[in-house]
Nanobody, 120 residues
C-alpha cells in the first residue's frame, strides 16, 4: 500500500505565497510522474502541474509563471510553490503520483487534499 500525505495549505491574501508539500510512503519501488490537481466548489478537478521522474514539467495555463513544481526523488516528495496567488486559485489541492510497486505494479494514488483559500 502507498500513502500520499499533503501539507502546507491555508489562508492567504491575494498576491501572497504558499508552498504545498506531498510525501509518498509505503511499498514504493519507483515513482513515475507526480502532480498537483485542484478542485474548486462546483467545478471539476483539474491538473495544476505535473513533473516526470526526469524532471520535465507541465503547467496549466492559468498558473504558468506563478507556480513552480519540484520533486525530490530520494525523499519521494513533490512540492508546489505558489506565488502571486489569486482568489480564483482557491480550491482543495490534491497530490497525485504514479507509483511502481513490486507487488502490484504501477498504480495512481491520491492524497487526501489540502485546502487553499485566497482572500481578495
Amino acid at each position: 500500500q502507498v500513502q500520499l500525505v499533503e501539507s502546507g495549505g491555508g489562508l492567504v491574501q491575494a498576491g501572497g505565497s504558499l508552498r504545498l508539500s506531498c510525501a509518498a510512503s509505503g511499498n514504493i519501488f519507483r515513482i513515475n510522474d507526480m502532480g498537483w490537481y485542484r478542485q474548486a466548489p462546483g467545478k471539476q478537478r483539474e491538473l495544476v502541474a505535473s513533473i516526470t521522474g526526469g524532471g520535465s514539467t507541465n503547467y496549466a495555463d492559468s498558473v504558468k509563471d506563478r507556480f513552480t513544481i519540484s520533486r525530490d526523488n530520494a525523499k519521494n516528495t513533490v512540492n508546489l510553490q505558489m506565488s502571486r496567488l489569486k482568489p480564483e486559485d482557491t480550491a482543495v489541492y490534491y497530490c497525485n503520483a504514479a507509483v511502481h510497486s513490486l507487488i502490484v505494479g504501477v498504480r495512481r494514488y491520491w492524497g487526501q487534499g489540502t485546502q487553499v483559500t485566497v482572500s481578495s
